[in-house]
């Protein structure tokens, strides 16, 4: 299917363990995004990938880690995941060149106890 | 700081009827401006994008003004539909980096019959 998946939609954890969601794209976008968004607040820019194994810091990096070997895949990591990683997380694309619009996934609702 | 500020925060209207949603920002230097739609439950969908040169942007039934003097963006939606019940975030980017886009905390909209 054309488009951009996340998994898994959701996910519960415990703090201090490692989390992994996995974001998927089928266009070959060059850009990927990924945000939180933490209820009644909008979206906040976590890490940014400009093209494979290029990758920036958004407004709330810490506590994640991101990596890009692939165009089409942009994993992001908690590594040692705490209460106030619980969040709904979204992956996004953008068609820079074509209709210069972003495109989301379903999200990822991850709870940490 | 760049800022972007959405009101009303909610919004209740009786299906069939219009409505105006708003936004105001102050980013700089300012690239465009961007309207989602995002669904309960699903991730933010494009409604609209505007330059600076571009006031006006229509898509349906949903259309889009920019006043970039007074640096304001208004969302008209006419004869709504149940469908159009959702929340409608305003974004705005700076310069050409891709990272440099500010979410506003959007406006929820329930449209009841």
């Known amino acids: 299917d054309a488009g951009i998946t996340q998994s898994p939609r959701y996910k519960i954890t415990e703090t201090g363990r490692q989390v992994t969601l996995m974001c998927h794209q089928t266009?070959?976008?060059?850009?990927m995004f990924w945000y939180r968004q933490d209820l009644g607040h909008g979206l906040r820019l976590i890490y940014y990938s400009a093209a494979a194994d290029i990758t920036d810091k958004g407004e709330v990096p810490d506590g994640y880690v991101v990596s890009r070997s692939k165009t089409e895949n942009f994993p992001l990591t908690l590594e040692s995941a705490t209460r106030s990683q619980t969040s709904v997380y979204f992956c996004?694309?953008?068609?820079?060149?074509?209709?210069?619009?972003?495109?989301f996934g379903p999200g990822t609702r991850l709870t940490v106890l | 700081k760049n800022q972007v500020e959405q009101s009303p925060q909610s919004l209740i209207i009786l299906e069939g009827k219009n409505c105006t949603l708003q936004c105001n920002y102050t980013v700089s230097p300012f690239s465009n401006l961007r309207w989602y739609k995002q669904d309960t439950g699903r991730g933010p969908v494009s409604l609209t994008i505007m330059t600076f040169s571009e006031n006006t942007k229509s898509n349906g039934r949903y259309t889009a003004t920019l006043d970039a003097d007074t640096k304001q963006s208004s969302l008209h939606i006419t004869a709504s539909q149940l469908s159009d019940s959702a929340s409608y975030i305003c974004v705005v980017s700076a310069g050409t980096n891709a990272g440099k886009s500010t979410f506003g905390d959007g406006t929820t909209l329930t449209v009841k019959p």
């Open positions: 996004a694309s953008w068609d820079r060149g074509n209709t210069d619009t972003q495109y």
């Open positions: 266009w070959s976008h060059s850009y």
